[in-house]
């Protein structure tokens, strides 16, 4: 987990990184520029006052490069030009920005590499003239505001675009195509929490995604045939997509969330790696065994900070032994048999597994040593109920109100697995 955590902050350093660098020069910005600037602050204000505007003074001698929040500035065939702009303060309790993106202001930056919009009430549109004038940009992230209609098909125009995330708005429509077609240097792609539909695009076999978001959105269908192989990041959930799950791609994914969906059939093996070690495939149509990892995985434990949540499906046979050392798991709600595997006791009971919800299965036994004497670790979370065994006490202290209380199935739906009620 350490790892994921560290990987997905990747984007913000970079932007850090590049956002830091200055003008040196005392030359005055670019006529264009400074105009393109003033435009924009007819049509974008401060929800509150003394906000980020408040250092954008026109009337004074400094240079906007040095005085205006947000403006960074470089030297570009002789003259200071705008590279990068960041409207907003970013602070956790600012309000943002209020008002709509002036197209007339921000196409006029032609050497724009960056354009960033902090969260705030911005509404409208998102201007199409970003794809045929911005040819420089990079980085477009105009996340966490009310901007609505549709995602402009000329950003595909945008041939060095790395990072694109509209997240967080109100945008419908479909995605369209090209962004996943056509845009080379396209890393990095987050339109989580829209209302966007229709199918996920088709990749290109030359796509070098290593981050794509599209959760929370109204997407059906199947999944594209192929999903890009550079993936190490991956969320779909909370979508209305169905269908296998034989497209998705494990060699690099750290992350994996396809949650909430209709996906159905069987886990594929290869998303068991250790590498692997975030993923959420709860409350979906999956069925099946869950399969041991795949012999070309290189396939080690799970360790510290690892979460697996396979709830809520219809997944059968014994509980895999490979899982045992997951710190955070979650087999609930399928339709399990036999004993649970005495590494997970062990585990649980020592504290190295920190989270293990096995109710509403057809378990037959819990196998502890001395149940009278096992206590469990502060802030150890284990619930066994309604299996085909009488859950011992430890088994239920942490069950979520959903599970139904302190009891064990009926014993005629045990006898459909010809399955005894037991304590082990």
């Given at each position: 987990?350490?790892?994921?955590?560290?990987?997905?902050?990747?984007?913000?350093?970079?932007?850090?990184?590049?956002?830091?660098?200055?003008?040196?020069?005392?030359?005055?910005?670019?006529?264009?520029?400074?105009?393109?600037?003033?435009?924009?602050?007819?049509?974008?204000?401060?929800?509150?006052?003394?906000?980020?505007?408040?250092?954008?003074?026109?009337?004074?001698?400094?240079?906007?490069?040095?005085?205006?929040?947000?403006?960074?500035?470089?030297?570009?065939?002789?003259?200071?030009?705008?590279?990068?702009?960041?409207?907003?303060?970013?602070?956790?309790?600012?309000?943002?920005?209020?008002?709509?993106?002036?197209?007339?202001?921000?196409?006029?930056?032609?050497?724009?590499?960056?354009?960033?919009?902090?969260?705030?009430?911005?509404?409208?549109?998102?201007?199409?003239?970003?794809?045929?004038?911005?040819?420089?940009?990079?980085?477009?992230?105009?996340?966490?505001?009310?901007?609505?209609?549709?995602?402009?098909?000329?950003?595909?125009?945008?041939?060095?675009?790395?990072?694109?995330?509209?997240?967080?708005?109100?945008?419908?429509?479909?995605?369209?195509?090209?962004?996943?077609?056509?845009?080379?240097?396209?890393?990095?792609?987050?339109?989580?929490?829209?209302?966007?539909?229709?199918?996920?695009?088709?990749?290109?076999?030359?796509?070098?995604?290593?981050?794509?978001?599209?959760?929370?959105?109204?997407?059906?269908?199947?999944?594209?045939?192929?999903?890009?192989?550079?993936?190490?990041?991956?969320?779909?959930?909370?979508?209305?997509?169905?269908?296998?799950?034989?497209?998705?791609?494990?060699?690099?994914?750290?992350?994996?969330?396809?949650?909430?969906?209709?996906?159905?059939?069987?886990?594929?093996?290869?998303?068991?790696?250790?590498?692997?070690?975030?993923?959420?495939?709860?409350?979906?149509?999956?069925?099946?065994?869950?399969?041991?990892?795949?012999?070309?995985?290189?396939?080690?434990?799970?360790?510290?900070?690892?979460?697996?949540?396979?709830?809520?499906?219809?997944?059968?046979?014994?509980?895999?032994?490979?899982?045992?050392?997951?710190?955070?798991?979650?087999?609930?709600?399928?339709?399990?048999?036999?004993?649970?595997?005495?590494?997970?006791?062990?585990?649980?009971?020592?504290?190295?597994?920190?989270?293990?919800?096995l109710q509403h299965n057809y378990l037959s036994s819990f196998p502890m040593e001395n149940p009278r004497d096992m206590v469990l670790p502060d802030g150890v979370a284990l619930c066994l109920s309604y299996n085909c065994m009488v859950p011992p006490a430890v088994g239920l202290t942490a069950c979520p109100a959903s599970a139904g209380g302190p009891f064990s199935?009926?014993?005629?739906?045990?006898?459909?697995?010809?399955?005894?009620?037991?304590?082990?």
């Open positions: 987990m350490e790892f994921c955590n560290t990987f997905l902050q990747i984007p913000t350093l970079i932007l850090t990184l590049l956002l830091s660098i200055s003008p040196t020069t005392q030359q005055q910005l670019a006529a264009l520029d400074l105009n393109a600037l003033h435009q924009i602050t007819d049509t974008l204000t401060d929800v509150k006052n003394g906000g980020f505007f408040s250092t954008w003074n026109f009337s004074s001698p400094e240079n906007p490069c040095s005085s205006f929040a947000g403006v960074t500035c470089s030297v570009i065939n002789g003259q200071l030009r705008v590279t990068a702009l960041l409207l907003g303060t970013g602070l956790s309790d600012s309000p943002g920005l209020a008002g709509t993106i002036s197209p007339d202001g921000i196409y006029a930056l032609s050497e724009l590499t960056q354009l960033i919009l902090y969260p705030g009430i911005v509404t409208g549109f998102i201007p199409s003239q970003l794809g045929r004038r911005l040819k420089n940009l990079r980085v477009i992230s105009l996340t966490n505001n009310r901007l609505t209609g549709t995602i402009p098909e000329t950003i595909s125009e945008l041939q060095n675009l790395h990072t694109l995330d509209l997240s967080h708005n109100k945008l419908t429509g479909v995605i369209p195509p090209t962004l996943a077609s056509a845009l080379p240097e396209l890393k990095v792609l987050v339109l989580a929490y829209n209302n966007l539909a229709g199918n996920i695009p088709e990749f290109s076999e030359e796509s070098q995604l290593i981050h794509l978001d599209l959760r929370n959105n109204l997407l059906s269908g199947t999944l594209p045939e192929t999903m890009p192989a550079t993936l190490r990041y991956l969320s779909l959930s909370s979508n209305g997509l169905w269908g296998p799950l034989n497209s998705v791609s494990s060699s690099y994914l750290v992350y994996l969330d396809l949650s909430m969906n209709k996906f159905s059939g069987p886990i594929p093996d290869s998303f068991f790696s250790s590498s692997l070690s975030s993923m959420y495939l709860q409350r979906n149509n999956l069925s099946g065994e869950v399969p041991p990892p795949s012999p070309s995985s290189f396939f080690e434990s799970y360790g510290p900070g690892s979460t697996i949540d396979l709830s809520h499906n219809f997944l059968s046979g014994e509980i895999p032994i490979f899982l045992d050392t997951v710190e955070t798991l979650f087999l609930n709600n399928n339709h399990f048999t036999g004993k649970v595997p005495r590494n997970y006791v062990t585990n649980v009971f020592a504290g190295t597994t920190r989270t293990l919800y199935r009926p014993f005629r739906q045990c006898s459909v697995f010809n399955i005894g009620n037991s304590i082990g």
